[in-house]
């Protein structure tokens, strides 16, 4: 029997020492990159996620609002007697406290200036959002003129009152 001789080759690598650098500058840059994004969409989070649609809900809500005065003015308008006698005839009506969170304002306002009789609801808040809505053509009429200034707090009331 022959004997069994094994030879073994040993290699031995130089220590690279560049590669543990590259990768330390790779994750940093990535890191950064990604970092940067997160710091991006923090900043838009707030302006889309927030604002817009809070201000998108602001302009239909103060529509709905302005919609609804300018129909009890009308509907106390409507029950008016056309005879001139002493007359005295209130509603009270509630609108909401708040918008989106925010305080607003109910004005009756002149009209355009090409018909200054043709009476506007404007509602404004603090915000840039503001809503004009017109007194459907009644904002002055032989029984008088519809004016006046509210806030949204508490029962609101709407009076005609001859003479």
Do not use: C, W
Request: glycine share 8%; no cysteine; hydrophobic share 40%.
């Amino acid at each position: 029997m022959m004997p069994i001789t094994l030879s073994f080759t040993f290699t031995i690598k130089a220590i690279d020492s560049e590669s543990g650098v590259s990768q330390m500058i790779e994750y940093i840059l990535i890191s950064s990159i990604l970092l940067l994004f997160l710091v991006v969409t923090i900043l838009m989070v707030n302006n889309t996620f927030i604002e817009e649609p809070s201000n998108f809900l602001t302009s239909y809500a103060y529509m709905d609002i302005g919609n609804g005065v300018s129909t009890r003015i009308v509907d106390l308008y409507a029950i008016i007697p056309y005879s001139r006698v002493n007359t005295h005839i209130g509603t009270k009506f509630d609108v909401p406290d708040d918008v989106a969170g925010k305080d607003y304002m109910i004005e009756i306002v002149e009209g355009p200036p090409n018909r200054p009789t043709d009476r506007r609801i404007v509602i404004f808040g603090g915000g840039p959002i503001k809503s004009t809505i017109s007194l459907a053509g009644i904002g002055e009429t032989t029984f008088g003129v519809a004016e006046g200034k509210t806030t949204a707090s508490g029962l609101n009331y709407i009076e005609y009152t001859y003479p």
